[in-house]
């Protein structure tokens, strides 16, 4: 199957979170998504949306998990959010069992995913956020799988 991707622009943290929240929307228990981007870029904005779309109260304070590794936030399924920054090596990653969390119930993201992407399952998302501008975001959402090239073609990209 052939990946499909589809671009979009954003010029504030407010955009990035709203973009986050419309993937949230769509994803369901099982989907896995890879961040990419450099510190910085906003990966934790987008975090902040799919927390939204996913049911997780607006309450809820949703922050990096640079130094705890995971954090989880109930919603309509559970968002396991990891941050791999810190770690060395996929042993690391796979020895602080991290990877159950990439194949079991709730919807996992995972941040710097490109570091070890042999850990991720053949049916992920990838989101890769580039820098524009001080406050301009280019980001990219990839699908593979033919569910997520559907919500990409018809729900996302409108």
């Not at 975090?47 to 607006?58: D, H, S, W």
């Not at 042993?91 to 990439?102: E, I, P, R, T, V």
């Not at 996992?108 to 049916?123: G, H, S």
């Not at 890769?128 to 990219?140: K, Y």
Request: hydrophobic share 40%; glycine share 10%.
């Amino acid at each position: 199957m052939r990946e499909v991707s589809v671009t979009f622009r954003t010029s504030s943290p407010k955009e990035t979170i709203q973009l986050g929240q419309a993937l949230g929307k769509c994803l369901q228990e099982g989907d896995v998504v890879a961040l990419v981007g450099d510190l910085g870029s906003g990966k934790t904005w987008f975090v902040k949306g799919l927390a939204l779309g996913l049911g997780v109260g607006p309450d809820q304070v949703v922050t990096s998990p640079s130094f705890s590794l995971m954090n989880e936030y109930e919603g309509r399924c559970t968002l396991f959010h990891i941050d791999a920054y810190r770690l060395e090596a996929v042993s690391d990653f796979l020895d602080a069992g991290l990877d159950d969390y990439l194949h079991g119930h709730g919807v996992a993201v995972m941040e710097w995913a490109d570091r070890w992407p042999e850990v991720l399952p053949e049916r992920h998302w990838k989101v890769r956020i580039a820098i524009l501008d001080e406050h301009s975001r280019e980001i990219t959402l990839f699908a593979g799988h033919p569910d997520a090239i559907k919500v990409l073609k018809y729900q996302l990209n409108k």
